[in-house]
């Protein structure tokens, strides 16, 4: 792409110029060399859309955490719950919308339905859960959907600390009864309680069209 482009402007240069100048043969030679099409291995774009899944989750989470925590200080876990249920999905469309991609937290012990999985992510969810039950890494991941023309980046989700055991934990120890009240009112459906610090919370869940990913390299 960046050699697309340098060759454009070139061309462009070449055509301004006086049409009885003469032009070098250096020059009809870098225009040549710039033109030729850079060949991408599949595994060139497996891996760096790996990468920048991993960026673009990185990101996410930060913006989410940072502004959870700033919400609990000024206003209290059962506040908080509030922010999560109204602020948590604009900002992750914000990150999606930056990066032209579709970001999402799914999860079978979804607390906001739009969390809950699809099927190929319920699938995906399974091996993570599965791995978490033997003591196997979860590692993050990429599959191809649309004939390969999207990739999906995955990457567990798990419990970090106590922090989160405040709107996740065991009610009555870890969740009081304030909060257990707003997270009634505003998830009657929840399921999302009742996690320990290193469960499996759900995952990452990030379509990357293929193009995109090439525009990159």
């Known amino acids: 792409m960046k050699n697309l482009i340098y060759t454009l402007c070139l061309i462009t240069f ?3 110029c006086n049409s009885n100048e003469k032009i070098s043969k250096d ?5 040549n060399k710039s033109m030729e099409v850079k060949k991408l291995s ?3 774009i497996l891996d760096e859309a790996m990468a920048w899944g991993e960026e673009i989750s990185t990101e996410a989470q930060n913006q989410l955490i940072s502004t959870l925590q700033k919400a609990i200080a000024e206003k209290g876990v059962p506040e908080a719950i509030g922010f999560c249920n109204v602020e948590a999905l604009p900002i992750l469309q ?3 919308s930056k990066h032209n991609v579709t970001i ?3 999860s079978i012990a979804y607390r906001n339905p739009a969390d809950k999985p699809s ?19 979860n590692e993050p991941n990429i599959q191809k959907l649309e004939n390969g023309e999207v990739l999906l980046y995955t990457k567990a989700i798990q419990i970090p600390n106590s922090f989160c055991l405040s709107c996740h934990g065991e009610v009555g120890i870890d969740i ?6 707003e997270i009634q009112s505003l998830y009657p459906d929840d399921k999302a309680k ?3 610090i290193g469960d499996l919370r759900g995952m990452w869940s990030i379509k990357i069209p293929k193009s995109e990913v090439i525009k990159r390299l």
């Open 14 to 16: 070449l055509f301004s």
């Open 27 to 31: 020059i009809f030679e870098e225009v």
């Open 42 to 44: 599949e595994v060139e």
């Open 94 to 96: 914000e990150v999606s």
């Open 104 to 106: 999402k937290r799914a």
């Open 119 to 137: 099927e190929y992510e319920a699938a995906i969810l399974d091996a993570y859960a599965y791995n978490a039950e033997n003591d196997i890494k």
């Open 176 to 181: 009081s009864e304030e909060t257990l009240k």
């Open 194 to 196: 009742g996690h320990k």
